[in-house]
């Protein structure tokens, strides 16, 4: 933070009234890239609805993660802190990951493309909890994370 303060010509103080604290701003920057990506990937399967539109979405989205190498060095060398702030329901990034995938549940269902089993925050919470296991257990024991594997659990809970 102390760097950062310096590299935009403030204070540490008011970096924190700004940002708040050091995981809140990684949350926050975490977030908005993961959302990024999230929206790439479904701006860029429109040909697709149901459950086939939110495997395709979920496939590039979990790859692009996968893939990011920034990523896997933050999980390496900050492991605890990468956990707590990717992963923690009190961290900015899993609740809404959570939502957004929620959103996403709900916008097929809306459009009768898709009819869930369970209710759909629920769903998508559990999807997410899958998808953490799949991409950053593996990455923090240096294990190529296997997206079709995921997508296949995932697949199973989105029948």
Avoid: C
């Avoid at 899993?94 to 957004?100: G, I, Y």
């Amino acid at each position: 933070m102390q760097a950062l303060a310096a590299d935009l010509g403030v204070s540490r103080a008011t970096l924190y009234r700004w940002t708040g604290h050091r995981d809140q701003l990684l949350s926050d920057v975490l977030w908005t890239l993961s959302d990024d990506i999230f929206e790439q990937a479904k701006a860029d399967h429109p040909e697709h609805t149901g459950p086939e539109r939110l495997l395709a979405i979920f496939r590039q989205y979990l790859g692009v993660l996968v893939q990011a190498r920034p990523l896997h060095v933050f999980l390496q060398q900050e492991t605890h802190a990468a956990l707590r702030i990717l992963t923690s329901r009190e961290a900015g990034v899993h609740p809404r990951t959570v939502r957004a995938l929620a959103e996403l549940l709900r916008e097929e269902q809306d459009a009768g493309t898709f009819a869930p089993k369970s209710d759909l925050d629920s769903l998508a919470y559990a999807v997410v909890r899958v998808t953490e296991g799949f991409i950053y257990n593996d990455a923090i024991v240096a294990i190529e994370p296997e997206v079709e594997r995921a997508a296949g659990i995932v697949a199973l809970l989105l029948e």
